[in-house]
């Protein structure tokens, strides 16, 4: 099977481009002596993707229950599921000994402390994103630590407001912050008698550009793996390593239009290369059937349910093939049950499935 | 089991709100003697809902093939599936009798003439909206018309731009240009000799606003059907209309701000509310469990994969169960696999698997 047999959209995956971004991460963590990768899964939600990002059942980071249970029943059990958690999501964890579980609220801890069941919780730290977390230098750091009692399990934080740097030097400045943010709530820890075991910082960019990772334990990273247009503009890669794209077939055609049926929920409506200072990349740019730009700057300028409304582009017969590479991998990939998977060329190789849901 | 019991985010469908949006567009349909409804799915995408909103088999709308496949295995043998099809895909409906299709290329409508199946198929009209279709007065209408030959099956066209309405005032002008383009085009084919056996137009907007659908055999609405907050700015409905919400817990809580469990997955990226003319509603309005907007304004300004960021919020203890009104239903209840169904209260009555895919 090639790609010309496939239904349109779906999504191809391009296992040599895989195994580059891979290999470079682990090349970036490498860097940091004792410090471990602890990949995200919530990008690929992929078992297969998983024993290539964390071969040898290797600690991995989730961000759905479905996504827990599938990889422990896949054989990873160490896993942080990345979302602050309730109360009530307490007894699906306790059935998955080795997920932790986070939280920044005292009450919660209190919950997690009291549950019958083998939990073991990391205090989620903000260093500046303003998402989720208590401040490094919170009192509310040690009123959960004491909550959590022996449950505590470490430290995490995640610098999302790295997507905001436009430059290595950015990038690295924002990762200093992250360093310093997490080891200092590590330490306060310390300081008021916790044991700290786990040290747990990441976003792809800071990763790749971290100076110092001294005091941490693990690294976290995920959109790395498949990449797209927003990360190669902020640095985290080259257009080339995209290996995620959405196979499309040309459903209508005008002057300079063409029309394909990979509209909004097959590439998702993510703009994130509308933020200040990026090249608008619509909702995707318009490949040929190989995965290159052969064709010039096509962008997807519109994107309606199922049609994505590419300008720019030459006359080209209905039914044409062609691939898309997404804005936000993450969320371009979630509209989909699984990968066609290639490694370079256009012969399918493989079908994996996705763990979406919740 | 009630709205306590379940995983979140997931989505709810109200029942009870479902039946009067859909009675509220077959009263409008049945203002125009003749005119069928022939409801589209895409919102839906679920045989439950397609009974209510098409009971008997009646005629339906599609937008995938695997919805065309799905619903024809539950007994839905008259369907247009409304994205332009290309010649690869004709095996695939060939397989499905009933199930028409539209094109708007010669070349396509010469090898849907020569497919061996039982084809059929309707000429997509472009009625200002410029996403597909010929032009009323355009001579590949009557190329097309020809080449089909006795595979003609009629006319098509869809006032998506009535989107762009902000009064009732706007949507009737719209409805009479989509009116008067699809029964010119009816008119010409027609004149050249051809049988135009149907005409069909439609949008949940023109539908409600038509003045006059002389000419016209049916219409096609599917938006109306669970609403969403950009509907009801635009005056499809009212906000307590909307069917359909997203069911998320509290997991992060600062002064003002409210993290929920559900993000951008959940939610879509979805901005049509940012449009000029309208409130923004970020990402969605937050409501009650009860779906009522009794905690005030609470609008979800970012989108994280797995996080909503609510401002305008009263504190809540995390854990705490809210329902999100969606921007953009469509895209919203894309990333689900089903309906948690409810009739008013929090008691969940069903749950309704939905066909998501390609």
């Known amino acids: 099977m ?6 349109t959209p779906c999504l191809v995956l391009d296992l040599g481009i895989l195994r580059q971004n891979l290999a470079h991460m682990a090349a970036a963590v490498a860097r940091h002596p004792g410090v471990v990768l602890r990949p995200h899964l919530k990008t ?4 297969e993707v998983a024993r290539l990002a964390a071969p040898d059942g290797g600690p991995v980071t989730v961000s759905t229950l479905a996504e827990a249970e599938a990889f422990w029943a896949a054989g990873y059990h160490d896993q942080i599921y990345a979302v602050g958690i309730t109360p009530q999501k307490l007894d699906r964890v306790a059935a998955l000994p080795g997920v932790n579980i986070i939280t920044d609220d005292v009450a919660v801890a209190r919950a997690i402390a009291a549950h019958p069941g083998p939990l073991s919780a990391l205090i989620e730290v903000d260093v500046g994103e303003h998402r989720g977390g208590v401040g490094p230098d919170d009192d509310a ?3 959960i630590a004491a909550a959590l009692g022996p449950r505590l399990a470490g430290v995490i934080t995640h610098a999302g407001h790295s997507y905001a740097g436009r430059s290595d030097a950015d990038m690295a400045a924002t990762a200093a912050i992250e360093h310093a ?3 200092r709530a590590a330490t306060r820890l310390r300081d008021a008698g916790h044991q700290v075991g786990i040290v747990s910082l990441g976003s792809s960019p800071t990763a790749l550009h971290a100076r110092t990772l001294a005091g941490v334990t693990e690294v ?3 959109v790395y793996m498949f990449g797209d247009l927003f990360q190669a503009q902020i640095g985290t890669h080259a257009d080339a390593d995209i290996a995620l ?3 499309t077939s040309v ?3 005008r002057p300079g239009v063409l029309l394909l049926d990979a509209g909004a929920i097959a590439l998702s409506k993510d703009r994130s290369t509308a933020a200040p200072g990026l090249r608008d990349d619509g909702f995707g740019l318009v490949w040929d059937l190989d995965g290159k730009p052969s064709l010039g700057r096509v962008v997807i ?3 309606y349910q199922e049609h994505g409304v590419a300008v720019g582009a030459p006359d080209l017969p209905i039914g044409t093939r062609l691939r898309v590479a997404p804005n936000h991998t993450c969320l371009t990939a979630a509209a989909h049950e699984g990968y066609a998977v290639v490694d370079g060329g256009r012969e399918v190789i493989g079908t994996w499935a996705r763990i979406n849901g919740w």
Do not use: F, N, Q, S
């Open 301 to 303: 300028e519109r994107a």
């Open 44 to 47: 690929a939600k992929c078992v």
């Open 251 to 253: 459903v209508g055609r």
């Open 141 to 143: 750091l040690l009123a």
């Open 245 to 247: 794209t959405v196979l």
């Open 181 to 183: 943010g997490i080891t």
């Open 220 to 222: 976290r990273a995920g």
């Open 2 to 7: 090639t790609l010309d047999d496939l239904p």
